[in-house]
């Protein structure tokens, strides 16, 4: 059982804030989900119903725990880059169940550290708050942007896997899988 909390927790790095999403948050969010660029990893863009959804299944989670996939502004302007978050995986992977960690930012915030600095904060509260033993993260074996960022967190490569929910013939079902563990245990 995943630890609750009673109200959302909002962390914060020396240029980001990650806390519960918001209703100014979906415009951008719908506009980030419809890059080409962005989702290049992923079966398809999303559609702004398809997008919507989303944000509001991480906010009710976040709602829920007190934790997730948070929204990530920049501290200087509030301005929304995308999301940056934990997801409980109770049973879907044959590794579960498991913590992963996961991001997603507009293009425009590529390239600044913004997604390396966002998950080591999650990486601490995962840790440090939940009290977990292990983080997980996967992405499609040729996301080496994301791979590099799993690296620069500390994370270690453990194997590659089919993803599921796809398709075993799919271009993008050969994942591959790193884990970190809680160096406070």
């Not at 806390?19 to 951008?28: G, H, M, P, T, V």
């Not at 948070?70 to 049973?91: R, S």
């Not at 967190?153 to 453990?158: A, E, F, N, R």
């Amino acid at each position: 059982m995943m630890k609750k909390f009673s109200s959302p927790i909002q962390l914060e790095t020396s240029r980001l804030i990650l806390r519960q999403w918001q209703a100014s948050d979906l415009d951008a969010f719908a506009h980030l989900n419809a890059d080409p660029e962005v989702m290049l990893y992923f079966p398809s863009t999303l559609s702004k119903q398809q997008s919507d959804l989303l944000a509001e299944k991480f906010q009710q989670l976040i709602a829920s725990y007190g934790w997730g996939m948070w929204a990530v502004e920049l501290k200087e302007n509030h301005q929304f880059i995308g999301f940056v978050g934990l997801a409980d995986q109770p049973e879907k992977f044959s590794f579960s169940p498991c913590v992963e960690i996961g991001w997603r930012l507009d293009q425009r915030y590529w390239n600044k550290g913004y997604a390396t600095e966002a998950a080591q904060v999650c990486l601490t509260f995962a840790f440090e708050q939940l009290a977990l033993n292990q983080i997980v993260a996967f992405t499609v074996v040729s996301n080496q942007p994301s791979e590099k960022v799993m690296q620069r967190l500390g994370m270690h490569y453990v194997s590659s896997f089919k993803h599921p929910a796809l398709d075993e013939q799919d271009p993008l079902a050969e994942h591959v899988l790193y884990r970190i563990a809680n160096p406070n245990l």
